[in-house]
């Protein structure tokens, strides 16, 4: 084989005014071809190298400029390029402190990383690299199997997608979306690495759509709905130090957050403030909640953190990284209560999610999505107090404010308002509204559940009001809905909605354009419809279409640390 290699670094831009600048020079040195330069803003140096090895024939490299540099093979019987890059970036609780200019000052630049991970790759040779990669990867993928069919396509992906929309259901692509969320999950949250932003890791544009960043009020956390259910708790880890990374920054903006809307609850000690998230946050900084999403944006969040102890029951986590989180965001919430005339305890100022009346995101008290999210923060924090009998001080204040929250409300329709004030549904705010925030209570939250009769009758009529048509990861969520209201057909009918109206020709999720939390929240959904365990008890199958009359399933977790598999045929079980 003979080729020239040269790679060229995009979006290269002169130093200026808006700092938006970025170097890079290609050069190229015998077998190796190094490309680096800096990212203006951050004064964040980068460096990739490309290593060829040939078996046989030639080698030649030349560098005609700063972005032409190329090794030429000719005549080998074979090449392997072996190629590493990185930042000088380190994650700790500087990079959201600091201003921009110092986020990474003093850090190691990542020319020494960047060539020993190419020495110790080359040392390995591929044989040995695709082997360790093939057993890193498949002990956690061969965890769950999920098996409708027997009979596997002999067409590519795109064309049994095309059929698949027109009516010809496979339910081999069935099965094949559902791995694949995990598959993207495994290739996209390992430790040591940031969490998968809405496009994973894969983005090909200068500036990422939504700016590559991590949305609190509902995206993040559908990126990691399916890591406990589908047995992949360590991809958890990535979101955990993330997060306990900006922890201190997220303190400073609840003390700012109480400050500015409830001064008069703002302890002196910043800490006892606990810490808060806003919608947006990137890599390099954080918001406080506000503008379109209440500081339920929070307990939404640290929904995460309880499933993380309550699927692995490990006493130890729930003490070193859940039990922090939980007090932390609590002592927030309780200073976001206000009392009211009628005794209860309201959000104030509380937003539901990106909804909109009258042309202005829509600003109330006590919105059904803040109250719900605090008082599942607050029953957490109690219990998760309870297993480690830890007598703090402020959960006398949480065991006074959680009778108060009045969390849960009923309107004219039959519905589960969104918004306290709102009589009949869709009379405050989009009638179809892609975010379905005042059923997070339902999912991922426990609170409405079939010990709540009343509120599971009433989320149904929501649910069927909003609609099924959406986003790609609305529909996600819808079909979580519908399979803890135990109706496989409508939580399958979402599924279909999703491979036939919100998913590209590779199966990624599309808002549009790609965004990927649509495969974490439909793979999520499969594990829900095969597998339920947040009612206190065990149940396999609890929500399983007609169309699935018969399969198995293996390696799905249920809280309490337990393994599931099942096999039915007729719809039931085996």
């Known amino acids: 084989m003979s080729f020239t290699l040269r790679p060229v670094l995009p979006y290269l831009h002169s130093f200026n005014d808006e700092q938006t600048g970025r170097s890079g020079q290609a050069h190229a040195e015998k077998d190796l071809i190094t490309l680096k330069g800096e990212i203006q803003y951050f004064h964040l140096p980068y460096e990739g190298q490309i290593k060829v090895v040939n078996y046989g024939g030639t080698l030649s490299c030349s560098n005609k400029g700063e972005n032409n540099s190329t090794i030429d093979i000719s005549k080998a019987d074979s090449?392997?390029?072996?190629?590493?890059?990185?930042?000088?970036y380190q994650l700790k609780d500087s990079v959201f402190l600091l201003p921009n200019a110092e986020k990474f000052k003093g850090n190691t630049h990542p020319h020494k990383q960047v060539s020993e991970c190419i020495g110790r790759a080359v040392e390995k040779?591929?044989?040995?690299?695709?082997?360790?990669?093939?057993?890193?990867?498949?002990?956690?993928?061969?965890?769950?199997?999920?098996q409708l069919t027997e009979d596997i396509p002999s067409i590519p992906t795109d064309k049994l997608l095309y059929q698949y929309r027109n009516g010809k259901r496979d339910a081999y692509l069935e099965e094949l979306f559902f791995q694949y969320g995990r598959y993207l999950l495994i290739a996209s949250s390992r430790q040591g690495s940031l969490p998968p932003n809405l496009q994973g890791v894969w983005n090909q544009y200068e500036f990422a759509p939504w700016s590559g960043?991590?949305?609190?009020?509902?995206?993040?956390?559908?990126n990691y709905w399916p890591v406990f259910n589908t047995n992949l708790t360590e991809l958890f880890i990535p979101y955990a130090d993330y997060n306990e990374a900006f922890r201190k920054a997220a303190t400073q903006k609840a003390v700012d957050y109480i400050t500015q809307n409830n001064p008069e609850a703002l302890n002196p000690i910043a800490e006892e403030n606990g810490w808060t998230i806003g919608t947006g946050a990137t890599a390099f900084a954080i918001e406080g909640p506000g503008?379109?999403?209440?500081?339920?944006?929070?307990?939404f969040t640290t929904k995460l953190f309880w499933d993380y102890y309550d699927f692995t029951r490990d006493k130890q986590l729930l003490k070193d990284h859940v039990y922090p989180a939980l007090m932390g965001m609590a002592k927030f919430l309780s200073k976001t209560l206000k009392p009211q005339p009628d005794g209860t305890l309201l959000v104030d100022p509380?937003?539901?999610?990106?909804?909109?009346?009258?042309?202005v995101y829509y600003r109330s008290k006590g919105c059904i999505f803040d109250q719900s999210m605090i008082l599942e923060t607050y029953r957490d924090l109690l219990h998760a107090a309870e297993i480690l009998k830890d007598k703090d001080p402020f959960l006398k204040t949480v065991k006074e404010q959680?009778?108060?929250l009045d969390a849960i409300?009923?309107?004219?329709?039959g519905q589960i308002k969104e918004f306290r004030e709102e009589n009949k549904y869709g009379e405050i705010g989009q009638y179809q509204h892609r975010h379905i925030s005042q059923l997070c209570a339902m999912y991922p939250g426990t609170i409405i559940n079939a010990d709540t009769p009343e509120w599971l009758e009433a989320a149904k009529v929501t649910l069927k009001e909003r609609g099924d048509k959406s986003t790609g990861w609305a529909m996600a969520h819808r079909?979580?809905?519908?399979?803890?209201a135990k109706n496989g057909n409508r939580a399958y009918k979402l599924y279909q909605n999703i491979l036939t109206y919100g998913t590209l020709e590779n199966l990624w999720g599309s808002h549009p354009p790609f965004q990927i939390d649509a495969n974490f929240g439909a793979t999520a959904g499969i594990a829900e419809m095969l597998l339920q365990s947040h009612e206190g008890y065990i149940e396999p199958l609890p929500a399983i279409p007609d169309n699935w009359d018969k399969g198995s399933f293996s390696g799905l977790m249920a809280r309490g640390n337990f393994q599931v598999s099942a096999t039915w045929e007729n719809g039931a079980i085996q």
């Not at 040995?128 to 999920?146: G, P, S, T, W």
């Not at 503008?291 to 307990?299: A, F, I, K, R, Y």
């Not at 509380?350 to 042309?359: A, G, K, R």
């Open 213 to 222: 960043g991590y949305w609190h009020n509902v995206n993040v956390q559908m």
């Open 409 to 413: 409300l009923i309107g004219e329709s």
């Open 79 to 88: 090449v392997i390029l072996y190629i590493s890059a990185a930042t000088s």
């Open 125 to 146: 040779g591929y044989e040995v690299l695709r082997k360790e990669h093939i057993a890193d990867y498949q002990q956690l993928f061969n965890r769950v199997n999920f």
């Open 479 to 484: 079909q979580n809905l519908w399979a803890r």
């Open 350 to 359: 509380s937003f539901s999610p990106e909804q909109v009346h009258q042309q």
């Open 402 to 404: 959680i009778g108060k």
């Open 291 to 299: 503008g379109h999403s209440g500081p339920g944006t929070g307990g």
